[in-house]
């Protein structure tokens, strides 16, 4: 079997877009979490479309560029995978931020503080692993960031099983308690979205040792 090293030292280019694909998704989480701090107003979304726009354009680069590239370093099946998940990250962000904008003042007592900081590390793991592919690393350090990632998303299901609990519990105002939910869901599909990038990372370099 090639390998995908030898592939991508005559051919970087996938490897630079997915990569800018990343850091668009680690924009948009700090956009978020910038928006997370002060709930006091509702925030302009232009940020928040701008980075997905950026991202979407990225995507549909890679995918006009796999049109036209006869040989690449990973399959075309596996870019075009990587580069629609890493899309969907600003893509769910972007919908938090316009559900959020409809009523900051009911939600400034919420504490995101947990969520903010999954996000974070969630968003930096995935960078080191798309970053990871142009030098392709070995199959224990690719698991090791994988199951880094994996952590998080663990974590984030027992803290949204929490905070929903605190919602269910008859304290928060009908309305209230419909909001924090469906901004609850969204932000741990943020973080599942991390995660599905990084399982489409790990099947690379599996596929490609």
Same mark, same amino acid.
């Given at each position: 079997?090639?390998?995908?090293? /030898? ?8 490897? *630079?877009?997915?990569?800018?694909? @990343? ?11 910038? +928006?997370?701090?002060?709930? /006091? ?25 796999? #049109? ?16 629609? @998940? +890493? %899309?969907?990250?600003? /893509?769910?962000?972007? /919908? ?6 409809? @009523? ?5 007592? #919420? ?14 793991? +995935?960078?080191?692993?798309? &970053? ?32 929903? &609990?605190?919602?269910?519990? &008859?304290?928060? *105002? ?9 901004? %609850? ?12 990038? &990084?399982? #489409?990372?790990?099947?690379? #370099?599996?596929?490609?040792?």
């Amino acid at each position: 079997m090639f390998s995908i090293q /030898k592939f991508f030292s005559k051919d970087s280019h996938f490897c *630079e877009l997915l990569e800018q694909s @990343a850091a668009e998704a680690r924009a948009s989480a700090q956009l978020l979490i910038n +928006l997370l701090r002060d709930r /006091k107003h509702a925030h302009p979304l232009d940020q928040f479309r701008l980075t997905r726009s950026k991202d979407r354009r990225i995507t549909e680069r890679i995918r006009e560029d796999l #049109v036209s590239t006869f040989v690449t370093g990973m399959e075309r099946e596996d870019i075009d995978a990587l580069a629609y @998940a +890493l %899309y969907r990250i600003p /893509k769910t962000i972007e /919908k938090f931020a316009e559900r959020f904008n409809l @009523a900051p003042q009911r939600l400034q007592d #919420v504490d995101f503080t947990r969520q903010m900081e999954l996000i974070d590390r969630a968003t930096e793991t +995935l960078c080191e692993m798309v &970053g990871h592919l142009r030098r392709m690393p070995s199959l224990e350090t690719m698991k090791a960031l994988s199951d880094r990632l994996q952590a998080v998303e663990s974590e984030a299901d027992e803290i949204l099983m929490r905070l929903l &609990g605190e919602v269910y519990n &008859g304290h928060s *105002e009908p309305l209230q308690a419909m909001l924090v939910r469906d901004l %609850y869901d969204l932000l741990e599909k943020v973080i599942d979205r991390c995660r599905d990038a &990084g399982n #489409v990372i790990s099947h690379i #370099v599996l596929k490609n040792a």
